[in-house]
């Protein structure tokens, strides 16, 4: 016997109401601007720049991904999940995420100096570029078709972002 669905509070019959942070423009923009740093510690990778350089844009792209994964797992995907009948786009995003979280754990733990450290930032920058395609193709269309109300889970993603990013030291971007 088929199940109901469910039709969740997050679920929008109508047209999303604006807001000034729509979930699928605030996470769109944080994948554009991870994707700025990576080329920036690649730019610094050829120029040979200083451990302490490389760093630094190393440390803040962890931090960055750190915290967007976590307003994702948080708030994004299970609005998600609430609205979508097929859960896989979201089940392959969270197993994305573990392998990510691992390649962070150690460059966290690692020094530039340290063999390997340059091509865990490079496959990590790779997974993100992976993961940001399949996002932005797949699940952010899928999202807006089953009629999720970006407005309201980007009120709640910016209010969390904002705290997070308070908490490792990064400015939000205005």
Known sequence: MPTAKKT?????????????NDA???????HAEVKKLFKAYEKLVKEEASDTEKAEVATTICKMLTVHAQIEEEIFYP???????EQDLVDEADIEHASAKDL????????PSDDHYDAKV?????????HVKEEETE????????????AQVGEELAARKEELM?????????
């Open 8 to 20: 969740p509070a997050r679920k929008t019959a109508s047209a999303p109401r604006a807001a000034a």
């Open 24 to 30: 699928i423009k605030l996470l769109t923009s944080d």
């Open 79 to 85: 609005a998600a999940r609430e609205v979508l009948e």
């Open 104 to 111: 962070i754990a150690q460059i966290e733990a690692s020094d």
């Open 122 to 130: 490079k496959v990590l920058g790779e997974y993100i570029d992976h």
């Open 139 to 150: 699940l952010f269309k899928e999202v807006k078709k089953a009629g999720l109300d970006t």
């Open 166 to 174: 308070a908490e490792v030291g990064l400015e939000v971007p205005a």
